[in-house]
């Protein structure tokens, strides 16, 4: 999971990135509104966490600035500002979530992981995930696309259920490689390309919106266009 982090103190900021890579995340930081908003709109993040009181742009206007061009991923705000009016104002501007200083790293984490699992677009119900009009059982193997069934093979519904649960995220073929082939990936091979392909006319092809793209030398990644 790849976290923003946004916050003035510098100590902050090495404490929290240093908790968050140890627990496994790949953390970006900065010190200042205008960057962070800079960094929001340039990578893809699973959340973002800001602080309130910052240089450059604070917590409020880059929530509601990064909400007005669009920008959905969910922002968690940490802050010293604990009354109920602040944390109106924090939730009015756009922020899914709210953490008040001094807190335990226990919490951030868990309020982190609870923001990407409700951020990623994909619904688990009764072991089925979904996303737009693509579905897929599980239990019974079945994938559907607007109603109509999609015959995949093993390998293809491998790939399907890896994009489907990371929808959003850019997979690098070694990614893919490891989970859907459990070998390291081979530079020398296209098979990855291959199966893409395959996919892409199973489940693209005669549907006007198109579901699996290409991110030119990064990999693949299920999202709407």
């Known amino acids: 999971m790849k976290l923003l982090l946004i916050e003035d103190e510098a100590k ?5 990135s240093k908790g968050l890579k140890e627990s496994g995340f790949e953390v970006d930081y ?5 960057i962070g908003k800079h960094l929001a709109k340039k990578n893809t993040y699973d959340v973002i966490v800001t602080d309130i009181i910052m240089p450059g742009l604070n917590g409020i206007e880059l929530c509601k600035e990064l909400r007005k061009e669009g920008l959905t991923t969910p922002i968690l705000m940490l802050t010293a500002l604990g009354d109920l009016q602040d944390k109106v104002v924090g939730f009015d501007a756009g922020a899914d979530d709210y953490l008040v200083k001094p807190f335990e790293f226990v919490e951030l984490l868990a309020r982190i992981r609870a923001l990407s699992r409700r951020s990623t677009g994909v619904s688990i119900h009764k072991n089925t995930l979904t996303f737009m009009d693509l579905e897929m059982n599980l239990d019974s193997k ?7 069934k999609i015959p995949l093979t093993a390998k293809e519904f491998e790939l399907l259920e890896m994009l489907l649960r990371n929808q959003g995220k ?27 392909n395959l996919l892409r006319k199973k489940v693209d092809k005669d549907f006007p919106q198109k579901l699996i793209h290409n991110v030119y030398g990064m990999g693949y990644v299920l999202k709407s266009e």
């Open 170 to 196: 850019v997979l690098s073929k070694v990614e893919i490689a490891e989970k859907v082939w459990d070998v390291s990936f081979d530079t020398g091979t296209n098979v990855i390309e291959v199966y893409i």
């Open 142 to 148: 079945v994938v559907l696309r607007s109603g109509v």
């Open 30 to 34: 900065c010190y200042d509104g205008l």
């Open 12 to 16: 902050t900021v090495q404490s929290l």
